[in-house]
């Protein structure tokens, strides 16, 4: 439903990319405001539902969304529709205000869980009574630091290892399964002359946190993940030397263009079976062109422990309420339907690009695509989001900066760890 990460703007917007449900919808990718933002009408006793889902087809969704609830007799609701740059940035305005509209399109992860630290969100712990076929891994990505549930998913996107499979057929090779598969894969791809790994780092850096997040809940796992990246782990630790030990194996293998390629132009060398594979997320498909659709595949990160309990990134998009809300009730009803199997099934089908639906009920597009990701969210134990969304846009560029020179130097980890933690420091200290 939606997705701030800065760079993976302004990579869209250089593509021009109309459709966005391949990152929840894209609603960031149109810049018009529309519904008015005004405080809520309570004398009305309506719910009010502040969206960021500003994109053409996603906005259409929620109001469909809106209409059909408001058939059903169990309250009303009304949409205000804003510009998602204008959404993000008031976002805290809105829940600080006297009179904070009801609901809020939004993502799972720490931005949510900060928030209800600061007892801004709504208890919605009686909404997930009813939420029994919800895997445990949503649910935990929905409760805060006191065991409180204050958040609902409508939806969420997977990534992974994608390629062509009219290339991997043509190179005669395989999905890997092991870290040592992975490993021999590359080399297979390099003695053939292609660089194994697509990697776009031009004006993307963002890019290479898909790295960082894989390595670290493969070897540390999704626990410790999270610490790290709220601050009560530090960058300097061994164990987090111990995934760029791992990384430094497969840096001979990286396109060595990569570094300087903006993501289009390394999402175009994968398609051209310039590069085997790219790890990415399922909006590539839909930067991808139609008759090539058919042809793309993927495969999960590699295992390297298999002590280290199945977490896969799944950023995960959908709602929380104000914790001031006139209408508590009727907000609650209001989540209950968007949890539903027709309300996230009315989204999926008004939407486009490749997104899953969070009940596991609901019917996601049908294609083979889609099915195969559904299957491997539903193996995970535990689900991370991304860098900034398990930790916040301001620790971002301090990724950005020291796993790009990891990726140039790769012999001063050390000095560049030691580097990223007094960054680290600095931005949680604020």
């Not at 960031?28 to 994109?55: E, H, I, M, R, Y």
């Not at 939004?106 to 630290?117: E, F, I, L, P, T």
Request: glycine residues 8%; proline residues 6%.
């Amino acid at each position: 439903m939606s997705d701030f990460d800065p760079g993976r703007r302004r990579f869209l917007g250089n593509l021009g990319l109309l459709g966005a449900g391949a990152l929840g919808a894209g609603s960031f990718l149109s810049a018009c405001a529309s519904s008015a933002s005004g405080p809520s009408d309570k004398s009305s006793g309506a719910v009010t539902v502040q969206s960021n889902l500003s994109s053409p087809q996603a906005k259409a969704a929620m109001e469909r969304l809106i209409a059909d609830f408001n058939k059903l007799g169990k309250g009303t609701a009304t949409l205000n529709t804003i510009a998602s740059e204008t959404f993000r940035t008031q976002l805290p305005t809105y829940l600080t205000s006297a009179n904070p509209p009801d609901l809020y399109t939004w993502y799972a992860g720490s931005v949510a869980n900060s928030y209800a630290s600061k007892g801004l969100l709504l208890d919605v712990s009686d909404v997930w009574k009813d939420l029994g076929d919800y895997p445990q891994s949503l649910r935990t990505l929905s409760t805060d630091s006191t065991g409180k549930q204050v958040f609902v998913p409508m939806n969420n996107y997977w990534w992974g290892f994608f390629y062509r499979k009219s290339n991997f057929a043509k190179w005669g090779v395989q999905e890997p399964k092991t870290w040592a598969d992975f490993i021999a894969l590359c080399q297979t791809l390099q003695g053939k002359g292609i660089p194994p790994i697509g990697i776009g780092l031009g004006d993307t850096p963002w890019v290479a946190s898909a790295w960082f997040d894989y390595l670290n809940i493969r070897v540390n796992g999704a626990p410790f993940h999270r610490e790290l990246l709220a601050g009560r782990q530090r960058f300097d630790d061994p164990k987090v030397k111990a995934v760029f030990t791992k990384w430094a194996e497969v840096l001979p293998y990286f396109d060595p263009k990569g570094k300087a390629y903006p993501f289009q132009e390394a999402t175009t060398a994968l398609l051209a079976g310039k590069t085997g594979m790219f790890l990415i997320g399922t909006f590539f498909a839909d930067a991808a062109p139609k008759d090539a659709l058919d042809d793309i595949d993927f495969f999960r990160f590699p295992i390297i422990d298999p002590a280290v309990p199945l977490a896969e990134e799944a950023p995960t998009d959908g709602f929380f309420a104000s914790a001031k809300s006139a209408n508590a009730a009727g907000t609650k009803a209001l989540l209950s339907y968007f949890a539903g199997v027709e309300a996230q099934e009315t989204y999926i089908k008004s939407s486009s690009g490749i997104v899953l639906p969070a009940n596991p009920k609901a019917k996601a597009a049908d294609t083979p695509l889609v099915a195969k990701g559904k299957a491997m969210l539903a193996e995970a134990k535990e689900l991370t989001q991304f860098f900034n969304r398990d930790s916040s846009d301001a620790l971002q560029p301090t990724a950005d900066t020291a796993l790009t020179k990891f990726i140039d130097k790769p012999n001063e980890v050390d000095a560049i760890l030691r580097e990223w933690q007094t960054s680290a420091e600095k931005v949680f200290k604020g």
